[in-house]
């Protein structure tokens, strides 16, 4: 189980951090990816992250800007994006990792908009 | 990077139809590391097949993969109410994972 902080309105050139608390297993046996999804568009993964060494991997169109990070007290992850743009406005989604980079729990999604 | 297409963009059907959906990528997905997943509006994703033909945990028989190399099918044999919405196929065996642009199912 994967519940994920509320919706945003950001302006551009801020920063959002959405979180990802997880429920239901081992936080620290399996990755947790990021993917967003533009409004009508499809799917885009972010990166993910190893809850058990701090591993990053990151989508290179996004390399600079996003910063993944885990808090293994509390079972939560954080996705990080910073100078956010127009073209940023989606909904983002925290995937638990099953193995390789399958996807199989999904958060509910955060929707962040970007907006002057 | 692995790129995917699906055919077609859109599937009007009836319930009760059968549905087949079509993935394809430009290069060969290794150990047919390629997944299907279904969203309704205003829902994530839902895992529903992996490994190219393994129905994930609590999916319904009436759906089910196949393929390998760089050709992949979804087919629903028979179209229940709740099986209208957009289907993505993934491929998970290099990285970046990517994903197709979707298939939505409407109801004809």
């Known amino acids: 189980h994967l519940v994920q902080s509320g919706a945003e309105v950001k302006k551009p050139g801020a920063s959002v951090k959405v979180s990802c608390k997880a429920s239901?297993?081992?936080?620290?046996?399996?990755?947790l990816s990021w993917v967003r999804q533009a409004p009508g568009q499809g799917l885009e993964w972010m990166g993910w992250i190893s809850p058990y060494n701090g591993d990053t991997k990151y989508a290179q169109i996004l390399q600079g800007r996003v910063t993944l990070t885990a808090d293994t007290s509390t079972s939560t992850a954080y996705m990080e994006l910073r100078n956010l743009r127009s073209d940023d406005t989606a909904v983002f989604y925290c995937?638990?990792?099953?193995?390789?980079?399958?996807?199989?729990?999904w958060g509910q999604g955060t929707l962040v908009t970007v907006s002057s | 990077e692995i790129v995917l297409t699906q055919s077609p963009g859109t599937l009007s059907l009836s319930p009760g139809e059968r549905a087949t959906l079509s993935c394809r990528a430009t290069q060969n997905i290794r150990n047919s590391f390629l997944a299907w997943y279904q969203q309704k509006a205003g829902q994530p994703p839902r895992l529903l097949i992996y490994g190219a033909s393994k129905r994930a945990t609590g999916i319904p028989d009436r759906f089910s993969g196949s393929g390998s190399g760089a050709d992949f099918t979804l087919t629903i044999t028979r179209l229940e109410p709740e099986d209208f919405a957009v289907y993505y196929c993934?491929?998970?065996?290099?990285?970046?994972?990517?994903f197709g642009p979707g298939t939505k199912v409407e109801i004809k």
């Open positions: 993934q491929q998970y065996a290099t990285s970046p994972p990517t």
């Open positions: 995937a638990r990792i099953m193995g390789a980079l399958l996807l199989d729990y």
């Open positions: 239901g297993y081992i936080f620290t046996s399996y990755g």
